[in-house]
């Protein structure tokens, strides 16, 4: 009942910035958490960065943090991935997504694939050096 859609990605030098937007529909917000996950060429699916329901909480990989900001405005229906100081390892297909699982709270942070029941198409960020 939810379609996710990526916008924002393209092509950047190293040391460049993207926003990524993910706009929702068929759905409120404010009733899913939402994440970022992304796909280089040859590697399995990987989470970036996850928000809770109402954003009190939020959740980067190790590779991103201190470079990425996730955030969300409900009021938009829109998920956003702010990425700065970008790297050609960030070279990838991103891909957003919303859960709402048994037992949810809208403090709830999921960080597996499995927990996400919506997925965006994805949108690809290439960073040359």
């Known amino acids: 009942q939810v379609q996710l859609a990526e916008s924002g990605g393209g092509s950047v030098q190293a040391g460049g910035s993207l926003r990524l937007s993910c706009a929702a529909s068929g759905g409120t917000s404010s009733n899913y958490a939402m994440g970022w996950f992304r796909r280089a060429p040859g590697q399995e699916r990987e989470i970036v960065a996850a928000i809770s329901a109402i954003a009190i909480d939020t959740y980067y990989a190790d590779s991103v943090k201190g470079r990425f900001t996730i955030s969300r405005d409900n009021t938009k229906n829109t998920l956003y991935l702010q990425m700065n100081s970008l790297k050609p390892d960030d070279t990838a297909v991103y891909y957003c997504?919303?859960?709402?699982?048994?037992?949810?709270?809208?403090?709830?942070?999921?960080?597996?694939?499995?927990?996400?029941?919506?997925w965006g198409q994805g949108t690809q960020v290439t960073v040359s050096s």
């Open positions: 997504a919303a859960g709402r699982g048994a037992g949810f709270r809208l403090s709830h942070i999921y960080y597996q694939s499995d927990q996400y029941q919506y």
